[in-house]
């Protein structure tokens, strides 16, 4: 009797404690899924008048990575923050276009309206035994500084052990690898945006598919132009 009663509760824990990992792993994805979404369904369309407060999305690619089988083959890569920052650690990457959205919170000690400027980077992990790359958020607040020097990005690690991350983009019909909103005026943004994230593995034969989050896009002109009217003077 004693020897099934240990039995059961060996067993027990065993999978209490399998559970208490697969949701310690899970968590940080979840985390940083939440935070994708926010950016994304808090984009804003670019500026129309003189400050050009807010840019405009374009996905301009200065290279391509090699890829991975389950993305697209030829995965853009951006320059415009990889160049001017080194990470957070190692050889940095940007993966996305720089998005201007209105996810910024606002406080009693920053003077910056809600709207910030946004991009994602992979990064080499300082850890030894990590898998992959680390996913890195850069943002920047204060998007017209004095003298029209940029200032450095924040970072903020969103997720480790990651092999690649990839952002389509729809124009109503298809699913598209690019993304410019100077291409055609009577369309700023795309109707949604698709992250897929590519979570590192020991081995190919482990390789599980790639983690897909697909955000709505839903920006109405009129309330932008207020978004941007009451965001300027704060």
Do not use: C
Request: glycine content about 8%; charged content about 20%; overall charge negative.
């Amino acid at each position: 009797m004693l020897a099934a009663i240990n039995g059961v509760f060996y067993s027990g824990l065993k999978l209490r404690n399998r559970s208490a990992a697969s949701l310690e792993k899970s968590l940080p994805l979840a985390q940083a899924l939440t935070v994708l979404k926010r950016d994304l369904a808090s984009l804003a369309l670019p500026s129309t008048n003189e400050t050009r407060l807010i840019g405009e999305l374009q996905s301009s690619p200065t290279g391509t990575g090699s890829g991975s089988g389950s993305g697209p083959s030829s995965q853009p890569r951006f320059g415009s923050l990889a160049g001017a920052t080194g990470g957070m650690s190692g050889q940095t990457a940007q993966v996305s276009p720089d998005f201007y959205t209105l996810s910024g919170l606002l406080d009693t000690s920053s003077p910056w309206p809600s709207v910030q400027k946004v991009a994602y980077l992979l990064v080499d992990s300082t850890n030894r035994s990590a898998l992959g790359k680390d996913l890195i958020r850069a943002v920047t607040r204060n998007l017209l500084p004095a003298g029209g020097f940029e200032e450095e990005p924040v970072e903020q690690l969103l997720l480790t052990d990651v092999e690649d991350v990839f952002f389509l983009y729809h124009d109503g019909t298809d699913w598209v690898d690019s993304w410019d909103s100077t291409a055609d005026e009577t369309m700023k943004l795309p109707r949604a945006i698709k992250v897929q994230i590519q979570l590192a593995a020991e081995t190919r034969a482990s390789q599980q598919a790639p983690v897909e989050l697909v955000v709505p896009i839903v920006v109405e002109a009129s309330t932008n132009s207020t978004s941007q009217s009451s965001g300027g003077g704060r």
